[in-house]
């Protein structure tokens, strides 16, 4: 049993695992900018990527709704907030903000994972 052979993979395969194509990248860019411009007071916050999930941009509104799609790194997130002109934070300095965590009490099936 290879317990560890994912540890055991260079960086070309962990790339390659999570290389995106245009299409896929420009359609998350749509959906993320038609979130944006659906609500009011959108934040963008980035989250790093881990050994198990890659790095992703989160979005929440002021409502505490909130969506996420994957991303290369944290300046890949800060492009795509620029262009959709809202504010990117890094979750890893700011946290997640209060009104997601309520929403999240509030909504119990309504959290979404992609």
């Known amino acids: 049993m290879k317990l560890f052979s994912r540890l055991r ?3 070309s395969d962990y790339e390659k695992m ?3 194509n245009r299409s ?8 993320l900018s038609d979130f944006a411009a659906s609500r009011q ?3 963008g916050y980035y989250e790093e990527g881990t ?5 992703s941009l989160l979005l929440v509104a002021e409502s505490g709704e909130w969506t996420r799609r994957k991303v290369r790194d944290g ?3 800060r492009r795509l907030c620029g262009k959709m002109e809202i504010e990117c934070l890094s979750v890893a300095a700011a ?5 997601m ?7 119990p099936n309504s959290v979404r994972r992609s």
């Open 9 to 11: 993979k260079n960086k």
């Open 18 to 20: 999570n290389r995106r």
């Open 24 to 31: 896929e990248r420009n359609a998350d860019f749509v959906y």
């Open 41 to 43: 007071n959108v934040r």
């Open 51 to 55: 050994a198990r999930e890659p790095a």
């Open 75 to 77: 300046d890949e997130a």
């Open 95 to 99: 946290g997640y903000p209060p009104q």
């Open 101 to 107: 965590r309520q929403w999240n009490r509030e909504h």
